[in-house]
């Protein structure tokens, strides 16, 4: 079992929890992540590592409450278990060793980008940050980003806070007012699908590597279920075991968006399960 050590609430709807996993902690490297399970009927959700401590033996996770599962990961407080943790899963980030990189995160997002950031500014990277969120009260892990970043610059789509905007629009204008393209090493993008698509268009526009990081539905983990499926360069992939990052310049964003959204209802149906108490 998986003590939860901390918790953190970051939004009204996002939360971050450190989780004691030695084993999981000492392999992890930027880029991987979890798949869990709160309860013994639950399903299998992957969560990307946020953050990591191998002397604590700790793996952050942050979370949007917005399915079933997550909601009911919400319920655990500190000092509950998380059922079982699997991984670290996934191929680790390939990061640049020097040059300048500019992180583009997008609502949760923020926290699987996070991770590649500090390592990027471990290695002395220039890093140029642009995170956003719907509204200002949404932002996630500033201080974090900031930190990590030679310069920050916070989007919100109702212009509560920062640039009104998307933070692809906010690259865009970046790239027309002075940010050289040919200066950018690469662009990642992390959130949700029409973001890291709106911002790959936009490095595509100007010719900028982008990496992105798919998160599609999971089972297995393992690339053996093929639920995870995404379409790169017109071949196959599994984003379980060949990403989560992939070249978004070739991801098939159309196909992605359709298996994002292929269990809505039964999603929604077991959303007001939750709501209404009940287990599963
Ligand atoms: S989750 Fe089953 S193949 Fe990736």
């Excluded at 789509?157 to 002075?178: A, H, I, N, P, Y």
């Amino acid at each position: 079992m998986n003590e939860i050590l901390k918790k953190r609430v970051l939004t009204p709807v996002t939360k971050e929890i450190v989780v004691s996993a030695p084993r999981i902690a000492r392999k992890a490297q930027p880029g991987q992540f979890v798949i869990l399970r709160v309860s013994e009927e639950g399903e299998r959700i992957p969560l990307t590592i946020a953050d990591f401590d191998r002397e604590e033996g700790t793996v952050t996770l942050v979370y949007q409450e917005v399915g079933y599962t997550t909601r009911l990961l919400g319920k655990l407080e500190t000092n509950d278990s998380i059922m079982d943790l699997a991984g670290p899963l996934g191929l680790p980030a390939e990061l640049p060793e020097k040059g300048r990189v500019v992180a583009v995160g997008g609502g949760v997002g923020v926290a699987p980008l996070l991770p590649k950031c500090k390592e990027l500014h471990r290695r002395g990277i220039e890093l140029i940050s642009i995170i956003g969120a719907r509204s200002s009260d949404l932002v996630i892990l500033e201080d974090e980003m900031r930190a990590c970043s030679n310069e920050l610059h916070i989007c919100t789509d109702d212009g509560s806070r920062g640039f009104k905007g998307f933070v692809s629009d906010k690259l865009k204008q970046m790239f027309e007012t002075g940010l050289n393209p040919d200066e950018v090493d690469e662009v990642i993008a992390i959130g949700p699908i029409p973001m890291m698509k709106a911002t790959c268009a936009v490095t595509k526009e100007f010719g900028v590597k982008t990496w992105v990081s798919m998160n599609p539905i999971m089972v297995d983990g393992t690339g053996m279920c093929g639920a995870c499926r995404v379409t790169v360069g017109g071949e196959t992939k599994f984003a379980c075991v060949d990403g989560p990052m992939f070249d978004g310049h070739l991801v098939d964003w159309d196909e992605a968006w359709r298996r994002a959204n292929s269990y809505r209802e039964q999603e929604h149906i077991a959303n007001e399960r939750c709501r209404c108490g009940g287990e599963h």
